[in-house]
C-alpha cells in the first residue's frame, strides 16, 4: 500500500488528502483541473492543471509517514 498526500483545490481553505494510490480509479481534466475519482467515490479536485504532471507526482511521490504520538 501507498499512501500519498494530495492538496486539493479550495481558494479559501485547502485541504491536504492522504490517498492509497490502489483505490485511484481514474484521472481527468474538469474545467482546468486535475480530477482524482477513488474507489469509494470519492472525487477529488486538484490543483494540477494537467493530467500528465499528476500521473507523474503520484508515480513519484514519497510515500506518506505518519509520525508522532506519544
Known sequence: MKLISIENWQANDPKIWIVNTKH???????????????????????????????VDYIQRAPSYSFTGGK
Open 24 to 54: 485511484i480509479t481514474h484521472i481527468h481534466l474538469d474545467d482546468g483541473n486535475v480530477i482524482i475519482k477513488l474507489s469509494c467515490g470519492s472525487s477529488l479536485r486538484t490543483k494540477f492543471t494537467d493530467v500528465g504532471y499528476a
